[in-house]
């Protein structure tokens, strides 16, 4: 594994699979919005779980999947921005559990709205709205990273 540590807005450590792809961990002290680095194809198992102040996620466009318990008991968790435009992630059942989803915003790419109004898990968001309302001027920037180890 490789420990990376976010640049900007201090995040603490977070872990990735050597090969960049599987977002592994990120401590529960993360706080405020986290985006998530472009390579990242999955986020693993309980990767934010406990993250109680994390309050936005961004993923990028190579993510494909997220797994069980990805977001669990993030509870300040306000929006899910999906930055991929070609197909509706995959996530699993239990990927959002104990996330308000009457209010957390899931933002994602116009011409998927309805698809991810209409797919299990991401139907559960009451509040899907489009990237391109939701941020006029398409500016999404995904933080540097630095390595440690």
Not at 86 to 94: G, H, K, L, Q, R
Not at 100 to 123: G, H, R
Request: charged letters at 20%; glycine letters at 4%; a neutral charge.
């Amino acid at each position: 594994m490789t420990v990376l540590s976010i640049i900007e807005n201090n995040y603490p450590e977070t872990i990735v699979s050597n090969d960049g792809k599987r977002f592994i961990h990120c401590s529960i002290f993360a706080q405020g919005e986290f985006c998530l680095p472009n390579g990242i194809t999955d986020i693993g198992i309980e990767a934010f779980a406990g993250c109680r102040q994390l309050t936005a996620i961004k993923i990028p466009a190579s993510t494909c999947k997220i797994a069980f318990m990805a977001f669990s008991k993030c509870t300040d968790l306000k929006s899910v921005t999906i930055l991929n435009r070609t197909n509706v992630i995959s996530a699993d059942e239990a990927a959002f559990s104990d996330i308000d989803k009457n209010t957390c915003m899931l933002i994602v790419p116009e011409q998927l709205v309805f698809a991810y109004k209409k797919t299990p898990v991401w139907s559960e968001f009451k509040n899907i709205v489009s990237l391109e309302k939701s941020n006029s001027n398409n500016t999404y920037s995904i933080h540097s990273l630095k390595q440690v180890i």
